[in-house]
């Protein structure tokens, strides 16, 4: 079996969110059960930089198209997938975030840049393909990959069959009409049944449309996104798909997050012997700038700062945090609102409240260890990594239940099964409960080993993720 893997982020270079990590880990877990994987995306200067051996070999071409003609280079990661970089520099030699300018705002030119990223998956997954290996199927991910199943829908002759992943509904890719000309698409695909969203081009609508199959990164969410609160638009399309709509629930890279041997971590330990948590503990609130305190549990929140992750409720709750008693530790970026209430809360509790605004992957990893309670009052969750990793840290998530934080996060209330706290609505007043129950369970040392071991022993691998995928792809090549 050829499997193309299309992504517009790869960890550990090219990385926004949960995407960017998923797939930088499954094609590998894919790989081991003896697919040949390929990786194809946009060559950013991170990945000319880190690959500068990478060799072109192929010049895809699509005669009286109007997209631009690109090369592909071939590298190959230390893991052994082979990367196709999708090479045309005046729309991806841009350094920083892959979708934003140095403004903040989308790149104008948005849409050409990943409608030619579809354009090559779909080359790749066709008889026009001029390299001796031609993909049997097409895993997409999200809108940048969505018009990918539209294209191999009006190509010609033998072409893949095609698969897309929503990591999540809410970035739907939606441009103006005026576009279309220029996206080498039909004129017919504008149509209800087609790319057409209110009388806009939807590119992910367009995936969701075509492709053979989609699946979502939880079941829950496969669930939620079929109803009208939660699908975001599309969930009479969903519903109308439903046959070919599946959850399969996110891993997470067990060898970048292993507090046993995370290079980023001051001290290791593990599920057997937990004594290095109390020094990564004292170690992270130094460098945060926090009192050196082992007698209050110290709560964190690594995240992109929006809606979504519910942090305002979080940041509702104020000074009442303060009381429980616990430290409290965010790193994060986003809404210019929650930046500044965070930050505000942090002079106003010096010693007791940090904040660091940024991205930082080398913080990420020393807070999971360092923290002992993690925070994710998410609204929607499409699966979410961070609550996965804190299990594996022995940092016990407080999440609200919804999507793929329900399907991994089980209530301490369950005394066997248990390995953390969730909450149902989405409020302050639920949140902070939630906190109380998790900040008293911490006061009890034998209650709280057994929610952490709990956690650190589950396997989280990628290993379930990559059997479910497998399974599908075979089930559409019998089709
Ligand atoms: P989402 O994809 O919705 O942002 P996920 O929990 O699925 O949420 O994945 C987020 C990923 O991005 C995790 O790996 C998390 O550690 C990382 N991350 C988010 N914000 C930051 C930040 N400010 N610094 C470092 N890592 C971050």
Redesign the pocket.
């Known amino acids: 079996m050829n499997l193309l893997f299309v992504t517009p982020e790869l960890a550990p270079w090219v990385k926004t ?3 960017g ?1 998923v797939a930088g880990a499954l094609p590998g877990a894919i790989k081991a059960l003896g697919v040949d994987i390929r990786v194809l995306l946009p060559a950013y200067p991170e990945l000319l930089r880190k690959f500068p051996e990478a060799k072109e070999v192929a010049l895809p071409s699509w005669p009286d198209g109007l997209l631009p003609l690109p090369s592909l280079k071939l590298a190959t990661t230390a893991d052994g997938i082979p990367l196709y970089l999708l090479d045309y520099a005046s729309y991806y030699d841009r350094e920083g975030n892959p979708y934003l300018g140095p403004d903040g705002e989308d790149w104008t030119d948005n849409h050409l840049r990943f409608a030619l990223l579809s354009r090559v998956a779909a080359w790749l997954g066709s008889t026009s393909n001029t390299l001796d290996w031609q993909a049997d199927i097409v895993h997409c991910n999200d809108w940048q990959t969505g018009l990918t199943p539209a294209y191999l829908n009006y190509l010609p002759g033998s072409r893949a069959k095609s698969l897309i992943t929503v990591h ?1 509904l809410a970035f739907q890719g939606l441009f103006e009409h005026i576009v279309m000309p220029r996206l080498d698409l039909p004129e017919s695909a504008w149509q209800i049944n087609g790319v057409e969203y209110h009388g806009k081009l939807s590119f992910l609508k367009a995936g969701l449309q075509f492709a053979d199959a989609i699946t979502t990164v939880s079941p829950s969410y496969a669930r939620e996104i079929q109803t009208d609160e939660e699908g975001m638009g599309l969930a009479g399309l969903l519903r109308l798909h439903s046959d070919k709509l599946t959850g399969v629930l996110n891993g997470i890279d067990t060898t970048t997050w292993d507090p046993a041997a995370d290079p980023h971590l001051p001290f290791h330990y593990s599920a057997r012997n937990l004594d290095g948590k109390a020094a990564n503990k004292a170690d992270l609130q130094r460098q945060l700038g926090l009192a050196v305190r082992q007698d209050i549990p110290l709560l964190a929140v ?3 700062l929006t809606e979504q992750k519910g942090l305002d409720l979080l940041l509702e709750l104020g000074a009442k945090l303060m009381q429980l008693p616990a430290q409290l530790a965010i ?3 986003g809404s210019a609102a929650l930046e500044q209430g965070f930050s505000a809360l942090a002079q106003a509790f010096p010693g007791q409240c940090a904040v660091k605004i ?4 080398a913080l ?1 990893h020393r807070i999971e260890a360092g923290a002992d309670v993690f925070l994710m009052p998410s609204r929607f969750e499409p ?4 609550q996965m990793y804190s299990l594996r840290y022995g940092t016990p998530p407080v999440v609200r239940a919804t999507g793929g934080l329900a399907d991994t996060v089980v209530d301490a209330a369950d005394k066997k099964l248990g390995n953390g706290f969730v909450f149902g609505p989405a409020t302050a007043a639920a949140l902070l409960e939630a906190l109380q129950r998790a900040t008293q369970a911490w006061q009890q040392p034998k209650t709280w080993r057994r929610l952490q071991k709990q956690g650190m022993t589950q396997d989280w691998s990628w290993d379930n993720a990559a059997r479910r995928y497998v399974e599908l792809y075979r089930s559409l090549l019998s089709k």
Do not use: K
């Open positions: 969110g949960g995407l990590d999540n690594v995240s992109r790193l994060g970026t940024g991205f930082d992957e990420a699966c979410g990594l961070n």
